[in-house]
């Protein structure tokens, strides 16, 4: 069985700062290590969506929005995966959620994330 469970979120002004952390249950730190992790969100009304994900071997993809201002570090030995999120806007609001695949979809509780203007 595997868990996530992500941290960090809030309440930020347009222009703030904020660092999620998505921490992974799994059996054992190679179990992480061969995965790509990602962080997804869901704005009100709106579809899920793809924010950044890192595969195995640190290769990163970002969305377009978020280009140049969030960073997804990950660290194996804790098994964490983290969004760095500068520059925030309104924009990016909404519910953030950590996933990984193993065989099946695994997700977060989720974590909100309300930037004010």
């Known amino acids: 069985q595997v868990q996530l469970v992500e941290s960090g979120g809030g309440l930020v002004q347009a222009g703030g700062s904020l660092r999620l952390s998505c921490v992974a249950s799994?059996?054992?730190?190679?179990?992480?290590?061969?995965?790509?992790m990602g962080w997804y969100r869901q704005a009100p009304g709106k579809q899920r969506e793809l924010v950044a994900d890192?595969?195995?071997?640190?290769?990163?993809n970002y969305a377009d929005s978020v280009k140049g201002r969030f960073t997804i570090p990950r660290d194996n030995a804790a098994k964490t995966v983290f969004l760095q999120m500068n520059s925030l806007k309104p924009d990016d609001t909404a519910v953030y959620y950590c996933?990984?695949?193993?065989?099946?979809?695994?997700w977060g509780q989720g974590t909100q994330v309300t930037v004010s203007s």
């Open positions: 890192i595969t195995s071997s640190s290769i990163t």
């Open positions: 799994v059996a054992s730190e190679i179990m992480f290590r061969l995965s790509t």
């Open positions: 996933h990984v695949r193993f065989g099946s979809d695994y």
